[in-house]
C-alpha cells in the first residue's frame, strides 16, 4: 500500500472508469483557479502584475497574496476577500465526480470513509524527520521549502509520503544534485522521470516542451533546485544557520555512485503525484564524528 489520491483508489477499486476520473479532473481545473489566475479574472491584477508577483517567489518564502501586499498591488482585505471567494467556490474531486453522474452523494461518502481509514497512516501534515540523523531542523525547513515552490512554481499536484532512511539513490532518468556546505556537510538531489521534468521545465519556461526535446529540459529543472535550494539559504539565516551551496548539476551516476558513502547517512522524502507517478527528494548527510 502507498500515498494515493482519491480518483487513483477509485479507479484501482474499479469503482469509476479513468475516463470519468479525466472528466472530473477536466471540470475542477476549470472551476479551482490558483490564487494568481483568480485575482486576474477577478480583476484586482493584470496579468504583468502577476507574472512580478510570481517572480518575486522565488526569492522569498511567501505565498502569492502576501507577496501581493508586500509589493503594494493588493491590500490585505483584497487577499482575504480572494482566499473567501476560493474557498467557497473550490471544488474536490468527489464533488466533481457526483457533478458528471459518476457516483451518487451516498457513495461518495461511502468511499471517501473508507479510502481515508486506508490512507490513514500516510496522512500527516508534519514533517517528521528519521532519529540520529544532524541537523533535523535544517532538512525540515529543506523538505518544506522543496514542497512549497513544488505547488508554486510547477503547479503540480501532489501528496508527500513520510521521510524514510535509505541507503541507496533512486535510479531514475533525471537526478539533479547541489551540494550544501558550512554549519553542513549534505547533498541535495532531487530524482525525476522525464515526464516529471518536463512539467516542472513546461512550468519554468512557461510554455509547452514535447518530451523528445531532452536536452532544452535540463536548464529549467537545474534552476527549479537553485530556486529551492536559494530560499534554504535565506530561511536558513533566518532560523541561525550559515549556509553555502555549491552550482546545480544534472548527476549521471553509474550503479556504485548510487549507494550512500559509509561516512553519510541519507533520507528519502517520496513525492506522489496525482497521475499515479512518484518522484523523491534525497537528502544525503555527512555523519556527525564522534571523538575515539
Avoid at 457513495?107 to 479510502?115: G, K, P
Wanted: proline share 5%; net charge negative; with cysteine.
Amino acid at each position: 500500500m502507498a500515498v494515493k489520491f482519491f480518483g487513483q483508489y477509485l479507479v484501482e477499486h474499479k469503482i469509476i472508469t479513468r475516463m470519468n476520473l479525466l472528466q472530473a479532473i477536466e471540470l475542477q481545473e476549470k472551476n479551482n483557479l490558483r490564487f494568481g489566475e483568480m485575482v486576474i479574472a477577478m480583476g484586482l491584477l493584470s496579468e504583468e502584475q502577476a507574472a512580478t508577483i510570481h517572480r518575486a517567489q522565488r526569492n522569498q518564502d511567501l505565498q502569492f497574496g502576501d507577496m501581493a501586499v508586500q509589493l503594494g498591488f493588493l491590500s490585505p482585505d483584497q487577499v482575504q476577500h480572494v482566499l473567501n471567494k476560493q474557498r467557497s467556490q473550490h471544488l474536490f474531486i468527489g464533488q466533481a465526480l457526483v457533478k458528471i453522474g459518476a457516483l451518487t452523494e451516498e457513495q461518495l461518502d461511502n468511499h471517501l470513509q473508507a479510502f481515508n481509514g486506508e490512507q490513514q497512516s500516510y496522512l500527516s501534515e508534519k514533517i517528521t524527520i528519521p532519529a540520529g540523523v544532524p541537523h533535523r531542523p535544517i532538512w525540515e525547513m529543506v523538505a518544506d521549502l522543496t514542497y512549497k515552490m513544488l505547488t508554486r512554481i510547477a503547479g503540480l499536484s501532489f501528496r508527500p509520503g513520510p521521510c524514510v532512511p535509505i541507503d541507496k539513490i533512486p535510479s531514475r532518468p533525471v537526478i539533479v544534485e547541489m551540494g550544501f556546505s558550512g554549519v553542513v556537510s549534505a547533498r541535495y538531489l532531487l530524482t525525476v522521470s522525464e515526464n516529471t521534468r518536463t512539467m516542472i521545465a513546461n512550468a519554468i519556461l512557461q510554455e509547452q516542451t514535447t518530451r523528445n526535446q531532452s536536452e532544452p529540459l535540463d536548464e529549467p529543472i537545474l534552476e527549479f533546485v537553485k530556486i529551492v535550494c536559494g530560499n534554504v539559504v535565506n530561511k536558513a539565516v533566518q532560523l541561525g544557520y550559515a549556509i553555502d551551496i555549491t552550482p546545480a548539476r544534472i548527476h549521471t551516476p553509474d550503479r556504485d555512485d548510487l549507494n550512500i558513502p559509509e561516512d553519510q547517512t541519507a533520507i528519502q522524502f517520496p513525492i506522489y503525484l496525482s497521475d499515479g507517478e512518484i518522484f523523491e527528494l534525497t537528502i544525503s548527510v555527512q555523519k556527525e564524528r564522534t571523538c575515539p
